[in-house]
């Protein structure tokens, strides 16, 4: 590579709502710094752009999923997709962000040149198909954790019998046309049950076919604090209120199940029977076998799930498929759903790092031999951060931590002379699996992806309140990390 090819302080991977973050903290607390955006899309947005299915919406409250430097003004605490990619649009328009984005384009290739300190990056023209090559001292991986182009689908015998159409959520057809047909959606994650409702409103009838039942918690359509305080305060000061509040709700509900399962499945069993007709077979259809928590939480606004269930409109059966026939699916006890269309509400692909591979000198970086360390830099390789959120409460509460400390760490080694930090592992560390979850696209892909350790600075934590004071005020110039 010549001298001549530009060369950026730091280089941002995906134009999500990490992505955006992070351009807006290196913006804030790193002004002297060059970065530039790649998104592979054609659009920003990330998930939000992406997904297209009727009734997408957060799983997340707004006030703790949304960024803290821009309040989230709108009624609704769990928000639509099209509300959120206007949001993270918005930010991106008023911070001078999106100029720096660079659409239509995907990394390809890093490759870290350690007699210069940078990485070599290879980036592909979705339109053109050419290649050409940039510098960067620093990588910040934003790219989210699945697939784009393929959502996960495991084979059901007899697909090609079905007569009607097979949909998946990732791949929704804009011209999909379900007015008075028979639906099924097979799933019970967030997905499934956010399309149920959403269908159930002009389709003649939704099945929900689940084999395992999801914990699914009715939540308010609107924030109660956040409505009560915009009566009294300003905008900013009661977006900060409910944004605190919903942090320790999270944590609150979090702890308690974990602390005390059985309490906690019993108080979602009374409000699950509460919203369903007397007599429905609660304990079948919203009964897990695993304890809440040891999987996400589905949150449905405004009970609309169990709504749908009461009047008639959608219904659940929990079985296993034997079989897709030519008018349907036929289930090992023998029941047969009739259907017009099935939706795969099946799951995501795992894709980590986006489906770069990291190469120091030429040699490819083995991910599962890597270690965390704060859940933002990987061992043995330089100058590279990536973004993963928390499991238990909203994944971008973590990711704003994150996007703080890394321009403190970009601050520190600008103060110091430093071109190089790379964290370094005891080789005989004891390790564990990045994510705890129970999730089935994590449990299918942890073997691809990088380890974490025991203890702090290695371990993965989880308590926002803990984090805050790791990420915000704790030291930079950690042991763990060897400065060049």
């Keep these: 590579m010549q001298d001549t090819v530009q060369l950026l302080d730091v280089l941002i991977v995906g134009a999500g709502i990490s992505g955006i973050g992070c351009a807006y903290h290196i913006q804030k607390k790193c002004p002297d710094l060059s970065y530039t955006i790649i998104e592979a899309r054609g659009d920003l947005g990330g998930t939000w752009d992406l997904f297209k299915y009727p009734g997408i919406r957060s799983d997340s409250d707004l006030f703790t999923f949304g960024y803290e430097f821009k309040p989230w ?13 206007a949001y993270v649009e918005e930010t991106a328009a008023e911070n001078g962000i999106k100029e720096r984005i660079r659409f239509l384009t995907r990394v390809v290739d890093i490759d870290w040149q350690s007699d210069k300190n940078y990485w070599r990056v290879t980036l592909k023209s979705e339109e053109s198909g050419q290649h050409e090559h940039i510098a960067a001292r620093w990588i910040f991986n934003a790219s989210g954790y699945y697939r784009y182009d393929k959502g996960y689908a495991p084979h059901f015998k007899g697909r090609s019998q079905f007569n009607g159409q097979i949909v998946h959520p990732q791949h929704w057809p804009e011209d ?3 007015e008075n047909k028979r639906v099924v959606v097979i799933g019970s994650g967030a997905t499934a049950v956010t399309l149920v409702p959403a ?5 003649s009838h939704v099945t929900m076919l689940q084999r395992t039942p999801s914990y699914v918690l009715p939540v308010p359509v609107d924030d109660p604090i956040a409505k009560h305080l915009r009566a009294w305060f300003s905008e900013d000061t009661a977006f900060k209120a409910a944004r605190w509040f919903n942090i320790a709700k999270q944590r609150w509900v979090y702890a308690f199940s974990q602390r005390f399962p059985h309490r906690a499945r019993k108080i979602i069993r009374s409000l699950n029977a509460k919203m369903l007709p007397e007599g429905y077979p609660v304990d079948i259809h919203f009964n897990p076998p695993y304890n809440p928590w040891e999987q996400r939480l589905c949150a449905v606004p405004g ?13 659940v059966a929990t079985d296993t498929i034997e079989t897709f026939t030519e008018t349907g699916i036929k289930l090992d006890s023998g029941q047969h759903i009739e259907a017009d269309i099935i939706v795969t509400a099946t799951g995501l692909n795992l894709l980590p790092l986006g489906g770069i591979v990291p190469k120091i000198d030429g040699e490819a970086v083995s991910l599962p031999e890597c270690v965390t360390y704060k859940g933002m830099l990987l061992s043995g390789v330089p ?3 990536i973004a993963v959120g928390y499991t238990a409460s909203s994944w971008t509460l973590k990711i704003g931590l994150l996007c703080e400390h890394f321009t403190r760490l970009l601050n520190h080694m600008e103060e110091h002379g430093f071109t190089q930090c790379t964290p370094v592992a005891d080789p005989n560390m004891e390790t564990q699996p990045l994510l705890n979850f129970g999730a089935g696209y994590i449990q299918r892909s942890l073997e691809q992806l990088p380890r974490q350790g025991m203890q702090f600075p290695w371990s993965m934590s989880f ?5 805050v004071k790791i990420f915000r005020k704790g030291r930079v110039d950690d042991p763990a990390l060897k400065f060049e």
């Design 73 to 85: 003004k709108e009624q609704k605490a769990i928000a639509d997709g099209r509300s959120i990619k």
């Design 199 to 203: 269908l159930a409103k002009s389709a």
């Design 176 to 178: 999909l046309d379900y």
């Design 463 to 467: 308590n926002y309140a803990q984090d």
């Design 303 to 315: 009970g609309d799930l169990f709504e749908s269930i009461s009047k008639g409109k959608a219904s």
């Design 383 to 385: 100058n590279f951060a």
